[in-house]
């Protein structure tokens, strides 16, 4: 079992920065990829950002490359998503989440974190 507290979401202006963290714990977290995912209202959610368990490989979305920034602090057990840049359409509830596959085929992550909410004023 890995259980994932998410922090860091809040109300910012539009062109502001914001740092999103993910505190892992559980049983062998540090074998586990990590990713970001985004649900804003009526919409489905998306993968943003993910990264390797060693870090050594990231992927974004396109509406994330070039304006956030995935990393990892494996002695923390900590994911972060820098997220500069922030567009009022990237107003939405952020997840972050854990499994063993950085792309699993055929279903969802297996570890989700309650999420934290992002909102972005133009």
């Known amino acids: 079992q890995v259980q994932l507290v998410e922090s860091g979401g809040r109300l910012v202006q539009a062109g502001g920065s914001l740092r999103l963290s993910c505190v892992a714990s559980g049983s062998a977290v540090r074998s586990y990829a990590m990713g970001w995912f985004r649900q804003a209202p009526g919409k489905e959610h998306e993968l943003i950002a993910a990264?390797?368990?060693?870090?050594?490989?990231?992927s974004y979305a396109d509406s994330a490359k070039g304006r956030f920034t995935i990393s990892r602090d494996i002695a923390k057990n900590t994911v972060y998503l820098q997220m500069n840049s922030l567009k009022p359409e990237d107003t939405a509830v952020y997840y972050c989440a854990a499994d063993l596959e950085l792309f699993p085929k055929g279903r969802e992550y297996s570890y989700w974190g309650q999420g934290t909410q992002v909102t972005v004023s133009s």
């Open positions: 990264i390797s368990w060693s870090g050594g490989r990231t």
